[in-house]
């Protein structure tokens, strides 16, 4: 049972316009939301991230949404970059003495130039 | 500059043999995890430890996985008897009080079990 989802498996977008990248989750225990950027044959690297008690953060291009009743957050990213094609995986986690991360299954996002 | 190191990067090795991943963590952090990317899954949590203890392990299958965490600065998985469906991107990640909620990763372990 996947508590953190992610329905799209691509997404391809042209360089300059805005791409959003969506995830599901199902836990309400959830209170940190993360997302993480990984290139081919290296390891996911840290993007940004959200506490459950706000509902927007923003990082230069990269905002993250969260709608804490819905279950739902996005990434967004504007304007998109070539160099921004990879895979897109969104986490959670809950602070119960360890703060223990559930990924999603990842989102491939092409930046067409 | 900080960063989790993992050994071996790339691993070939036969149906049946063991296999032991090492990790080590960021230094300071005190969570470590250990996770396996597969197509279908994404990246599945198999193990996590806090302070050197195992807080959950029900990600793995347990007959044939087992993780440890010998001190701080090491964390390693086996598996005994290896199988070709495990065959996957072994990821290790640490966190600790300085990264907030935030984990890092290492550049993954590639195993094949032919």
């Known amino acids: 049972d996947q508590q953190v989802k992610q329905n799209s498996p691509s997404l391809s977008v042209q360089e300059g316009r805005i791409s959003i990248l969506n995830c599901d989750y199902t836990?309400?225990?959830?209170?940190?939301f993360l997302w993480y950027k990984k290139y081919p044959a290296e390891g996911p690297t840290f993007l940004i991230s959200?506490?459950?008690?706000?509902d927007k953060n923003e990082d230069g291009r990269f905002t993250v949404f969260l709608n804490k009743s819905a279950k739902h957050l996005s990434l967004h990213i504007v304007p998109s970059q070539p160099g921004d094609s990879a895979v897109y995986f969104c986490?959670?986690?809950?602070?119960?003495?360890?703060?223990?991360?559930?990924f999603g299954a990842g989102t491939r996002l092409f930046v067409k130039a | 500059d900080a960063r989790v190191t993992q050994t071996p990067r790339h691993k070939v090795t036969e149906m049946g043999q063991e296999v032991t991943m090492r990790c080590q963590p960021i230094?300071?952090?005190?969570?470590v995890f250990w996770y396996r990317q597969t197509m279908m899954q994404g990246l599945e949590l198999l193990a996590y430890?806090?302070?050197?203890?195992?807080?959950?392990d029900s990600g793995m299958p347990k007959d044939r996985f087992s993780a440890e965490m010998p001190d701080a600065t090491l964390a390693t998985l086996k598996i005994q008897p290896s199988e070709p469906r495990d065959s996957a991107v072994y990821f290790c990640?640490?966190?600790?009080?300085?990264?907030?909620?935030?984990?890092?990763f290492g550049e993954g372990s590639w195993l094949t079990v032919v």
């Open positions: 986490a959670a986690s809950e602070n119960t003495g360890g703060f223990k991360t559930i």
């Open positions: 959200i506490s459950s008690i706000k």
């Open positions: 430890f806090r302070n050197r203890a195992p807080l959950d």
């Open positions: 990640a640490s966190g600790g009080l300085r990264s907030g909620n935030t984990i890092y």
């Open positions: 836990n309400s225990m959830f209170d940190y």
């Open positions: 230094l300071g952090h005190n969570t």
